[in-house]
């Protein structure tokens, strides 16, 4: 167990819809990332997060948005769902242990 | 803009043999740099990081990479490999934005098969 929780492991949904996954990082730790790993690009960077306020920013398509609370869980939220958003989602946190990743939210679209 | 190339996408060796994988970056300043490895269907284990100091570094599992400078490599290598190390393995920079917060960007992965 890394300490860094994602939830849910699988979601399969259909074209057109909206889904949210869940990190809650390691505890102690103010930053959440998050990745998208797909077939066609690989391990991707997508959003960071520090102590709730947006720090830096990647590939991550306008359809896509997150937040992280006051008690530092994020949420990733992927809206008007294509087929080609099927991916593996990890969630990092870091902070004075280092960087851990969680097991992965594998979204599935159909 | 930082970016990594692992320029073998598969490599097969036997087991008991001795294994390389190649890595190399782009990168403005000094780098952090990682190597992670993922069994199928799960998530990415740390092997081994630089930040700075010895260039030669030590992880889990037997692995130690070197990172020099002057060739913008830092391979992965282990003197005898097993069946159990068959996964991808994957290169990263991190991008320092303060403290302990930096995001990564990862090369497109190795995958290693282990002969018996």
């Known amino acids: 167990d890394s300490g860094v929780t994602q939830t849910p492991k699988h979601l399969i949904t259909a074209t057109g819809q909206r889904v949210t996954l869940r990190c809650s990082p390691r505890s102690g730790d103010l930053s959440v990332y998050w990745y998208q790993q797909s077939l066609d690009q690989g391990l991707q960077f997508l959003i960071q997060y520090y102590n709730g306020e947006e720090r830096a920013k990647g590939n991550i398509l306008e359809r896509f948005s997150a937040q992280q609370f006051p008690d530092l869980h994020s949420e990733l939220n992927l809206s008007s769902l294509e087929l080609g958003d099927s991916a593996l989602y990890f969630c990092a946190s870091s902070g004075y242990i280092g960087y851990t990743f969680g097991s992965g939210t594998r979204l599935t679209v159909v | 803009a930082q970016s990594v190339t692992q320029p073998d996408i598969h490599i097969t060796v036997s087991e008991g043999a001795s294994l390389e994988l190649r890595c190399n970056y782009s990168y403005g300043a000094t780098p952090y740099l990682f190597w992670y490895v993922q069994s199928p269907g799960q998530g990415l284990q740390l092997l081994l990081k630089?930040?700075?100091?010895?260039?030669l570094v030590q992880g889990i599992k037997g692995f130690e990479a070197e990172f020099k400078r002057s060739q913008s490599s830092f391979n992965l290598r282990k003197p005898s490999v097993h069946w159990s190390d068959a996964a991808e393995y994957f290169c990263a920079v991190g991008e320092n934005s303060g403290g302990s917060n930096y995001k990564l960007t990862f090369g497109k992965g190795t995958l290693l098969t282990v002969n018996p």
């Open positions: 630089y930040f700075s100091g010895d260039t």
